[in-house]
Structure formats: structure tokens, C-alpha cells
T-cell receptor, first 114, second 115 residues
Framework: EPEVTQTPSHQVTQMGQEVILRCVPI?????FYWYRQILGQKVEFLVSFYNNEISEKSEIFDDQFSVERPDGSNFTLKIRSTKLEDSAMYFC????????????FGPGTRLTVL | AQSVTQLDSHVSVSEGTPVLLRCNYSSSYSPSLFWYVQHPNKGLQLLLKYTSAATLVKGINGFEAEFKKSETSFHLTKPSAHMSDAAEYFCVVTLANQAGTALIFGKGTTLSVSS
């Protein structure tokens, strides 16, 4: 069964450094998403992406964040200058068409900012 | 604005007994509703979804949920708990039929199953 993959599984970085989290969505899916889950808190939406542009973003997704689909398979989340409070599990998801379609989640990348 | 409230942060049951995880939603429009499960150190897996078809939805692993518009509820049930059901469960809402829309997660309910 096709699945969403994410790399790395765990990323440790120093405050102020840039990080790029990578995702490979399911190949025939058209909508891509990033969510995050701070330890002990609920899963929060960051951004959705369709047709090479952002279709929706939350208040969390400020100028420090950016997303890109650099080729036909990868979908990346970049954090320009990490802060301690960016430490969280970051989940990538993809869906085939509309929001009522299932969003399939990857296993997540645990980001630790020191 | 849409939101979901999971009424219990933690539910404990014995193996073989029924499971009830409660969820109430708020939505101005016709919602799509989902239950996701997260096992320790694993990603989020879809259990079931409601998208305005049958109000009783059957999912994987023997779980089901009933959409009750009058009560704005979407409670998750299972007749007989198994040890492997121990996990975090999230009730999720989104706008139906709107492409690329965010999922709104509840705070989660931790299900513990004892032998």
C-alpha cells in the first residue's frame, strides 16, 4: 500500500540554524500538508499546498517557515532560523483531491532545537 | 469556525469490555469528521471517516462511530477492547468538499487497556 514517507525521523539542531524537513507524498496525490505536534499538545495545522502554491496557512506559519515542491516527488518544510519553541513532531500529509478525502500522514520528524 | 472537543483526556478499560471515546464538534457548515489513531512513536492512522453518507460509520479494527447532528456528536465505539487498542485517539473535523482544507484536531484521548 502506498504511504507517505518523511526524512529524517529525528533532527537535532542549534537555535538559529536552518532546517529542512523532507516528505515524499503518495504519488498520485495533489494536495500536501504540514502539521506539527508539540509534546503533550494537540496536532496543529501549519500549511496546505496545491498546484505549486500555498492554498491555506495558519497563524503559526509565519515568515520563518516556507514550503516547496522542488521536484515531482519531494515536498519540503524549511524553518529559516529555528527557535526553542519549534521543537515538535512535524507530520506531512497528502490527499488525492478534496478535503473530504482522507489525508494520509507520514510517520513524522521529531525536531529538537537546543 | 470549526472545532472539536474530546470530552475525556484519558479512558481506561479492561480487555474485552466496550470502548467509548466521546467527541463533540462545532461547525457552521456540513462537516467531514474523522477519527485518527496514534500508537506510540508512530504516525497518524485513519480509523474511519464520515462524509455525509451513512450516519453510522464502520472503520478498521472493529471501531465504529455514529454521526448525530442533533447532538453534534461523533463518538467512537468498539464492542470489545483489545490490548493493541491502547493508543492516542484524535477526533478531527474539516469542511466538507473544500479542497486543501486544514484538519482541525481535538486534544486527543489516551486509551489504556488493562488485562
Amino acid at each position: 500500500e502506498p504511504e507517505v514517507t518523511q526524512t529524517p525521523s529525528h533532527q537535532v539542531t542549534q537555535m538559529g540554524q536552518e532546517v529542512i524537513l523532507r516528505c515524499v507524498p503518495i504519488s498520485n496525490h495533489l494536495y500536501f500538508y504540514w502539521y506539527r505536534q508539540i509534546l503533550g499538545q494537540k496536532v496543529e495545522f501549519l500549511v496546505s499546498f496545491y498546484n505549486n502554491e500555498i492554498s491555506e496557512k495558519s497563524e503559526i506559519f509565519d515568515d520563518q517557515f516556507s514550503v516547496e515542491r522542488p521536484d515531482g516527488s519531494n515536498f519540503t518544510l524549511k524553518i529559516r532560523s529555528t527557535k526553542l519553541e519549534d521543537s515538535a513532531m512535524y507530520f506531512c500529509a497528502s490527499s488525492e483531491t478534496s478535503a473530504s478525502d482522507t489525508q494520509y500522514f507520514g510517520p513524522g520528524t521529531r525536531l529538537t532545537v537546543l | 469556525a470549526q472545532s472539536v472537543t474530546q470530552l475525556d483526556s484519558h479512558v481506561s478499560v479492561s480487555e474485552g469490555t466496550p470502548v467509548l471515546l466521546r467527541c463533540n464538534y462545532s461547525s457552521s457548515y456540513s462537516p467531514s469528521l474523522f477519527w485518527y489513531v496514534q500508537h506510540p512513536n508512530k504516525g497518524l492512522q485513519l480509523l474511519l471517516k464520515y462524509t455525509s453518507a451513512a450516519t453510522l460509520v464502520k472503520g478498521i479494527n472493529g471501531f465504529e462511530a455514529e454521526f448525530k447532528k442533533s447532538e453534534t456528536s461523533f463518538h467512537l465505539t468498539k464492542p470489545s477492547a483489545h490490548m493493541s487498542d491502547a493508543a492516542e485517539y484524535f477526533c478531527v473535523v474539516t469542511l466538507a468538499n473544500q479542497a486543501g482544507t486544514a484538519l482541525i484536531f481535538g486534544k486527543g484521548t489516551t486509551l489504556s487497556v488493562s488485562s
